[in-house]
């Protein structure tokens, strides 16, 4: 199954997003693994400065959607492009802060229906990249090992 889908979200300050879902086989996992690896991104196209919480909870309640009628694990990579950062905010990279975020968004009035599991990597360069993979409950077991086989590669 190849999945391409993207949405496109305005906010009330005027930014445009895309919410964007694709096929993702950048990683070898073993044959346990029977759920489909989705990569999603979220691009900015028009940008204003900072959001308020409502498109931030915009973007959960499409990715929730798009899990309910999909049951596939879902991975993000937070970029290190610049984002507003409030003052509060201004000693986390780009990358933290968005992997802050997707915490804080998607965990927020969560229940027990989702799972958002965040990886922090260290490079060689002592670099910190930041993943999220999101996906059912019951995906659990898929969801840690997907998770160690990240790990293994940050080896």
Same mark, same amino acid.
């Given at each position: 199954?190849? /999945? *391409?889908?993207?949405i496109?979200i305005?906010?009330? %300050?005027g +930014?445009?997003?895309?919410?964007?879902?694709?096929?993702?086989?950048?990683?070898?996992?073993p044959?346990? /693994?029977t759920k %489909? @690896?989705?990569?999603?991104?979220?691009?900015?196209e028009?940008?204003k400065?900072? *959001?308020?919480?409502?498109?931030?909870?915009t973007?959960?309640? +499409? /990715?929730?959607?798009f899990?309910?009628k999909n049951?596939? !694990?879902?991975?993000?990579?937070?970029?290190? &492009? +610049? @984002?507003?950062?409030? %003052?509060? #905010?201004?000693h986390?990279?780009?990358? %933290?802060?968005?992997?802050?975020l997707?915490?804080t968004?998607?965990? &927020?009035?969560?229940?027990?229906?989702? /799972?958002?599991k965040?990886?922090?990597?260290?490079?060689?360069n002592?670099?910190? #990249?930041?993943? +999220?993979?999101?996906?059912?409950?019951?995906? !659990? &077991?898929? @969801?840690e !090992?997907?998770?160690?086989?990240?790990?293994?590669?940050?080896?």
């Amino acid at each position: 199954m190849s /999945i *391409n889908k993207s949405i496109t979200i305005n906010s009330v %300050e005027g +930014h445009k997003y895309v919410l964007g879902f694709s096929s993702f086989d950048s990683i070898q996992l073993p044959d346990t /693994i029977t759920k %489909e @690896i989705i990569e999603v991104v979220i691009a900015i196209e028009d940008y204003k400065g900072i *959001n308020n919480a409502k498109t931030l909870f915009t973007f959960t309640t +499409h /990715i929730k959607s798009f899990l309910v009628k999909n049951d596939v !694990i879902l991975y993000s990579y937070c970029d290190n &492009k +610049h @984002i507003e950062r409030g %003052e509060r #905010h201004q000693h986390l990279t780009p990358q %933290e802060y968005r992997s802050l975020l997707f915490k804080t968004m998607f965990n &927020k009035d969560n229940g027990k229906e989702f /799972i958002n599991k965040p990886i922090e990597l260290t490079d060689v360069n002592n670099e910190k #990249h930041y993943i +999220h993979l999101f996906a059912r409950a019951e995906s !659990i &077991k898929e @969801i840690e !090992i997907v998770c160690n086989e990240i790990y293994k590669l940050n080896k």
